[in-house]
């Protein structure tokens, strides 16, 4: 009997502290900013992740060599280098966390997209990324509304159309499958990227290439290197 009603007063707290944070934990979770102590919130009910990064626009824009200009997003265990963010959340977390909002990969895109990209006539680097449509905004302490990704892209002289944003995925890479394998960590990619989880499905590896094929950063619209930042990808119908 004392059991029981133990049970009872556990279960009246517990009732409390969800009618308090209005009426669904899982609710009161997603409505948190995402922070460096907690890089990843997803809401189911508004199919929205956010994540915590770190901006570098100065540094994009002076990057050069291989890659330069090409990751929008990457994880920050990652091999792939001056990104204009960077998180503390992996690529792979970030693909499950789209898929338990609805997302659908693509899969669509080989390695040889990025292993053939100095070829020309090479199909597969003129491959695009496919899967669902994502919104991607971008917000800090200060800005008065969330940004649009596409407001602070200068168009890439090759295509001036405004990003697509297409889950390609590409989970399935070996790297992703081997314990401890070093691995790029993509995100999210400028360009139809093999490895990167969410991708410009409007321009191919083969446009990364063409010379001056390039996205620079309109750093006026945003704050300096090394603010902390909220990415937040809404998956679209």
């Given at each position: 009997?004392?059991?029981?009603?133990?049970?009872?007063?556990?279960?009246?707290?517990?009732?409390?502290?969800?009618?308090?944070?209005?009426?669904?934990?899982?609710?009161?979770?997603?409505?948190?900013?995402?922070?460096?102590?907690?890089?990843?919130?997803?809401?189911?009910?508004?199919?929205?992740?956010?994540?915590?990064?770190?901006?570098?626009?100065?540094?994009?824009?002076?990057?050069?060599?291989?890659?330069?200009?090409?990751h929008l997003l990457t994880?920050?265990?990652?091999?792939?280098?001056?990104?204009?963010?960077?998180?503390?959340?992996?690529?792979?977390?970030?693909?499950?966390?789209?898929?338990?909002?609805?997302?659908?990969?693509?899969?669509?895109?080989?390695?040889?997209?990025?292993?053939?990209?100095?070829?020309?006539?090479?199909?597969?680097?003129?491959?695009?990324?496919?899967?669902?449509?994502f919104a991607v905004f971008?917000?800090?302490?200060?800005?008065?509304?969330?940004?649009?990704?596409?407001?602070?892209?200068?168009?890439?002289?090759?295509?001036?159309?405004?990003?697509?944003?297409?889950?390609?995925?590409?989970?399935?890479?070996?790297?992703?499958?081997?314990?401890?394998?070093?691995?790029?960590?993509?995100?999210?990619?400028?360009?139809?990227?093999?490895?990167?989880?969410?991708?410009?499905?409007?321009?191919?590896?083969?446009?990364?290439?063409?010379?001056?094929?390039?996205?620079?950063?309109?750093?006026?619209?945003?704050?300096?290197?090394?603010?902390?930042?909220?990415?937040?990808?809404?998956?679209?119908?």
């Open positions: 009997m004392k059991s029981q009603t133990v049970a009872r007063k556990f279960y009246l707290v517990f009732l409390s502290v969800v009618c308090f944070l209005g009426g669904s934990p899982s609710l009161a979770r997603a409505s948190q900013p995402a922070t460096m102590e907690t890089p990843l919130v997803i809401s189911s009910e508004s199919k929205q992740v956010t994540l915590y990064g770190v901006i570098y626009p100065g540094r994009f824009n002076r990057a050069e060599g291989d890659e330069a200009h090409y994880w920050k265990g990652g091999h792939s280098k001056n990104a204009l963010i960077e998180t503390p959340v992996d690529d792979l977390t970030f693909h499950d966390a789209l898929i338990k909002i609805g997302g659908q990969p693509g899969n669509t895109l080989s390695m040889e997209a990025w292993t053939q990209r100095a070829d020309p006539d090479s199909p597969a680097s003129q491959q695009k990324a496919s899967g669902s449509r971008l917000s800090w302490q200060g800005a008065p509304k969330r940004l649009p990704i596409y407001r602070i892209l200068r168009s890439s002289p090759s295509d001036p159309q405004l990003p697509v944003w297409n889950f390609e995925g590409n989970r399935g890479r070996w790297f992703n499958r081997v314990p401890f394998a070093p691995r790029p960590g993509c995100l999210v990619c400028l360009y139809s990227c093999p490895s990167g989880k969410l991708s410009n499905g409007k321009l191919s590896i083969a446009d990364y290439m063409a010379r001056p094929g390039r996205f620079q950063i309109d750093t006026e619209r945003l704050p300096p290197d090394r603010t902390p930042v909220q990415v937040i990808f809404e998956l679209l119908p």
